[in-house]
């Protein structure tokens, strides 16, 4: 019998037929809208694989409904979305897909402070509402980005990726996170920092660590009040990394000069949020890895995780590594 699998969105058609072959495929089939809890939880029963995005919240009481589920194969790098300790404490795998969106992402984040510095979306949608009648020394003038600093929360792969990018810029590029990257210091001739050495010093702050309980609104109140007042955050790691409603203050009150933000911390984001009231935000629905090449790469591997932990293999992109020592390798194709 083939084993069980659940995809609870729309996936390549390559992918999906790769799939199929080997495993009894169901698939949430509405529109591109995330499936429904009461689905999630008739589905979670008797499957063997998950195949899920970071809409997908997958929790304990869930998992506790899960008679033979194996392995959680997660759309993204990030899996706040999955209480991974949960699954662990089942047995069941959890896989991410790191690596494959770190430069794209880059881009993103990059092209987001470019954007958010020199008020792109404000001056497009100026002169689309008619409003340009003259050309002026002061008209829309933004921050300059050549010779300035940045400021990387969380060097990892697409800190490292950013701050490459800032090279080409001639910025001076700061770091924080927990640990020490000393080989990166050398190779990217970054400067280590105290967090608030470099929220006083940088000219763009740019968030990249993940979403977990030691970052939960790690950026707040006490961190706007010493940025400088033109001073740039960026965000594209997760919006519950940053108190939001600290950031509209300090955006309204001149403490920051602008944000740019790819993430909130309810997604989608409400029509009515504050945030999206201020002209100094640019803001995105998280398309961080949104190129075609990415996505499609993503679900690749997605399926690569699924049929490696369904095989018996320990997954090239397993999380939760500390299971793989009390399992003994089974496939479930035979
Ligand atoms: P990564 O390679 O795992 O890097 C994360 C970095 O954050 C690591 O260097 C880690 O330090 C550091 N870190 C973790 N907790 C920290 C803390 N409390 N304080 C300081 N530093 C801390 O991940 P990545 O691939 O760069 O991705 C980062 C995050 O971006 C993901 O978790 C995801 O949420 C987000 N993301 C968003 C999008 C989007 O579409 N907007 C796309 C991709 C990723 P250690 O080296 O000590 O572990």
Redesign the pocket.
Known sequence: MKPKIFITRQIPTHVMNQLKEVCDVSIWNEEDTPVPREILEEKIVDIDGLYCLLTDTIDEELLQKAKNLKVISNM???F?NIDVDAATKRGIIVTNT?GV??ET?AD?TFALLMATARRITEASDFLRSGKWSSWSPMLLTGQDIYNSTMGI???????KALAKRAQGFNMNVLY????R?LDSEQELGLEYCSLEDLLKRSDYVCI?????P??KN?IRDEHFKIMKDTSILIN???GGIVNENDLYYALKDGEIWAAGL??FEQEPVDFNHPLLTLPNVVTLP?????SIGTRTKMAEVVAENMLQALNGEIPVNIVNKEIVSNKSPISYFN
């Open positions: 993204a790098v990030g706040n790191p969106l770190t992402t993103l929360i969380g060097l990892g792969g697409i800190g924080h996170n927990r640990s990257k990249m660590t993940p979403y977990t030691e970052t790690m594209t790691a997760r790819d993430v998280h398309i961080g890895s949104a």
